[in-house]
């Protein structure tokens, strides 16, 4: 019950900033680490699957491009669920998914039955916990949200750095099938985090009581206005673009270094390198991107972050040898740690906490298209060419191009709005005053009106004609 409560923003609801929003933010580090890290950490098993089933890599390769599909494309699913059932349930749930998928997997004799159990029951469990928990750490988090998006995100490195070595232990002493088993066992922590996210709770009052029972039947359980806002389109067309490229390096850069000849040890390092990187990068972005000069201009962070991103893939295809990749990988993790901590602090920004639980399931459902189409495009570029160098060029332009996109269009198309620099207890306090005075949502524009006029009218007393910029309409 509380949990839809929640989930409707009720006025006087303030984000408390820390107490048991920390809980959160744990919750919010774990999921994110499994939902990122998994789909990377399952390749590990790879080889045994190719050897039990007699199939071929591209063939494994399918069960993380299924967890990854899954994760991206149901966003819509999984913002109707939170708008209906509330974060909490629907993350209990999804945990219990993503267990049972690989639990179920470990007793598989195909890899069609793989597919669907460790692809799809999975990556829908891992959906349903992570949109879920990017909502509740919106709504605990105002003031510091940067640092705690940056502390969340950087769970996704953490994990892939521990996920992956566990996974070959794993592997080496019970085989796949027990690997499956432990790592679903794993996932039911999934429903610890859930239990952490408390709903918040309105004041108290009579007037606060009833107004979700008023708001309730107008709820929608996916709301599209939010492709009125053009800050949304512009970061859903830019957030496109990027992730078409964004994903290309770290897939190749492993085989680019064994393309040199040097060992698959080797080889494997640079993404222990990125990742180490990547893990101190997010939070100290959050930090950044929550100063109090930085935060309202926190867009063109994100946008420069992009930017650097793109032009450490066009100065990695020039890379020649190992100690290319290495500085390739040290600038790449950097960026890519920053790219991951601003996302969806930047969303968050742009349509509020009323909106978030939609507009992020829309935004994932764009980019999912953008993640089926991003790496298999590369794979097919580099079997063409045969040279990793136009590989990391195209994605260097995707990347850059989304940059410039998401800072062009917020510079010349966004107008700016002098009232969100306000915090939420004063955007309270302004609907409830609304309220009180019988007024509706639309008619709070009519102060701004009955202003104009007054200062049209004040200057004919004095005989003159006045034009004020900061009225005119």
Known sequence: MGAVVADDGPSGVKAPDGGWGWAVLFGCFIITGFSYAFPKAVSVFFKELIREFDIGYSDTAWISSILLAMLYGTGPLCSVCVNRFGCRPVMLVGGLFASMGMVIASFCTSIIQIYLTAGVITGLGLALNFQPSLIMLNRYFDKRRPLANGLSAAGSPVFLCALSPLGQILQHEYGWRGGFLILGGMLLNCCVCGALMRPLEPPKTSEATKEPAEKKPKKKLLDFSVFKDGGFVIYTLAASIMVLGLFVPPVFVVSYAKDLKYPDTKAAFLLTILGFIDIFARPICGMIAGLKWVRPRCVYLFSFAMIFNGFTDLMGSMSVDYGGLVVFCIFFGISYGMVGALQFEVLMAIVGTQKFSSAIGLVLLAEAMAVLIGPPSAGKLLDATQKY???????????????????????????????????????????????????????????????????????????EVVTNPETCV
């Not at 590989?391 to 709005?417: M, P, Q, R, W, Y």
């Not at 915090?423 to 609304?434: F, S």
Request: proline share 5%.
């Open 389 to 463: 160098m136009f590989v990391f060029i195209i994605a260097g332009i995707e990347v850059t191009t989304s940059a410039l996109v998401l800072a062009l269009g917020n510079f010349f198309c966004i107008k700016k709005k002098p009232e969100e620099p306000h915090t939420k207890e004063e955007a309270a306090e302004r609907e409830e005053l609304n309220k009180s005075e019988d007024k509706t949502p639309e008619d709070a524009k009519v102060d701004s009106i009955e202003v104009e006029q007054f200062l049209k009218d004040e200057p004919e007393k004095n005989g």
